[in-house]
């Protein structure tokens, strides 16, 4: 390899500007050019009932592995199979309920060649995703994505960055539009992804709140001695206040003890203290929209309702434990 001087920090920097720059552009080019082929598509992926089998060599190689990680984590299953691989064995984990994505800028990538056969002769749809609409890969391909022409932002014009950049968004982008078409929702995303900040952040009240003797809940016809003494007990700093049918009224707080503070507050009922009107929050809901009703409403604890009775009740610091803040 030839020596050469070092370029200046500034010329350096000014140089890795110019590659996102250029990346930008051809992501710009890329979605101005998407076009019906896009759908059919999405309707093959759609139709299948095994999975989407993702696979190309090289950098291409690299970004399957990642669409297909993406698309199993949204909700459409997939897999990689190395096209070197499949020419070895690895052929058989592809079946004919299957959808193959197969990927090459040049579209000629000679290892690709028994992968696509393979899908011909079993009549397995096959998507390419190529810079070359005349070559083999977009003849032999059910649909093929063929990306627009593509300045690469490596300065030889070689080395692949745009092209790659532009098939990972491509990829990203089937997989939201699967999601979306399959009503992907959070609840689903959280079963694909219970480990990590993201499981953290997709954790539900229902996880993480506090029910059965926990719950302070008392009838609206209880003397506020004793609701002052179950209201301590449970450590929330809040109390319940339940209909005869069991549906919430109020709340009591520490702030409605001391609005209401005199000689007469142990002798009245709760019913005549509480606070109507207090937030709540579904079962269902994640712990980040109920730590955000929270400091929204600047309180510390929220019952947590069902058919409009409390089954629970979720403190801050229930939230903070989960990871979410």
Same mark, same amino acid.
């Given at each position: 390899?030839?020596? +050469?001087?070092?370029k %200046?920090?500034?010329?350096l920097?000014?140089?890795?500007?110019k590659?996102?720059?250029?990346?930008?552009?051809?992501?710009?080019?890329l979605?101005?050019?998407?076009?019906?082929?896009?759908? &059919?598509?999405l309707?093959?992926?759609?139709?299948m009932r095994? &999975?989407?089998?993702v696979?190309?060599?090289?950098?291409s190689?690299?970004?399957?592995?990642?669409?297909a990680?993406?698309?199993?984590?949204?909700?459409?299953?997939a897999?990689?199979?190395h %096209?070197?691989?499949?020419?070895?064995?690895?052929?058989?984990?592809?079946?004919?309920?299957?959808?193959?994505i197969?990927?090459?800028?040049s579209g000629?990538t000679?290892?690709?060649?028994?992968l696509?056969?393979? +899908?011909? &002769?079993?009549?397995? %749809?096959?998507?390419?995703?190529?810079?070359?609409?005349?070559?083999?890969?977009?003849?032999a391909?059910?649909?093929?994505?063929?990306?627009?022409?593509?300045?690469?932002?490596?300065?030889?014009?070689?080395a692949?960055t745009?092209?790659t950049?532009?098939?990972l968004a491509l990829?990203?982008?089937?997989?939201?539009?699967?999601l979306?078409?399959?009503?992907?929702?959070?609840?689903?995303?959280?079963i694909?992804?219970?480990?990590?900040?993201?499981?953290?952040?997709?954790?539900?009240?229902?996880?993480v709140m506090?029910t059965?003797?926990?719950?302070?809940?008392v009838?609206?016809?209880?003397?506020?001695?004793e609701?002052?003494?179950?209201?301590?007990a449970r450590?929330?700093?809040?109390l319940?206040?339940?209909d005869t049918?069991?549906?919430?009224?109020?709340?009591?707080?520490d702030?409605?003890?001391?609005?209401?503070?005199?000689?007469?507050?142990l +002798?009245?009922?709760?019913?005549?203290?509480?606070?109507t009107g207090?937030?709540?929050? &579904?079962?269902?809901?994640l712990v980040n929209?109920?730590l955000?009703?929270m400091?929204?409403?600047?309180? +510390?604890?929220?019952?947590v309702?069902?058919?409009?009775r %409390?089954?629970?009740i979720?403190?801050i610091?229930?939230?903070?434990?989960?990871?979410?803040?």
């Amino acid at each position: 390899m030839t020596a +050469t001087k070092s370029k %200046p920090a500034s010329d350096l920097l000014e140089s890795a500007k110019k590659v996102l720059r250029i990346e930008v552009e051809g992501l710009h080019a890329l979605s101005d050019s998407l076009d019906e082929t896009f759908n &059919r598509t999405l309707d093959l992926l759609s139709a299948m009932r095994g &999975r989407a089998v993702v696979t190309g060599m090289g950098k291409s190689g690299h970004i399957a592995h990642k669409i297909a990680a993406t698309m199993a984590s949204t909700g459409t299953p997939a897999f990689f199979v190395h %096209p070197g691989e499949a020419s070895h064995g690895d052929l058989g984990m592809i079946t004919a309920g299957d959808v193959v994505i197969a990927l090459s800028l040049s579209g000629e990538t000679a290892e690709l060649a028994d992968l696509v056969a393979y +899908t011909k &002769r079993f009549e397995i %749809p096959l998507v390419g995703i190529t810079g070359s609409g005349a070559s083999a890969l977009a003849e032999a391909a059910s649909v093929a994505l063929v990306l627009p022409v593509l300045k690469e932002a490596c300065p030889m014009g070689l080395a692949p960055t745009t092209s790659t950049t532009a098939m990972l968004a491509l990829g990203d982008a089937l997989a939201v539009a699967m999601l979306e078409k399959k009503g992907f929702s959070s609840d689903d995303f959280q079963i694909f992804h219970p480990g990590g900040k993201l499981g953290d952040h997709l954790q539900k009240v229902a996880d993480v709140m506090h029910t059965g003797e926990d719950l302070p809940v008392v009838p609206n016809n209880v003397v506020m001695s004793e609701a002052i003494l179950i209201m301590t007990a449970r450590s929330f700093g809040c109390l319940g206040v339940v209909d005869t049918s069991g549906m919430l009224q109020g709340v009591i707080t520490d702030g409605d003890l001391r609005r209401h503070m005199g000689p007469e507050l142990l +002798t009245r009922f709760t019913g005549q203290v509480m606070t109507t009107g207090s937030a709540s929050i &579904r079962p269902e809901a994640l712990v980040n929209e109920a730590l955000r009703t929270m400091n929204t409403k600047s309180i +510390t604890a929220l019952f947590v309702l069902e058919n409009e009775r %409390p089954i629970g009740i979720v403190h801050i610091h229930d939230c903070l434990r989960a990871g979410v803040a």
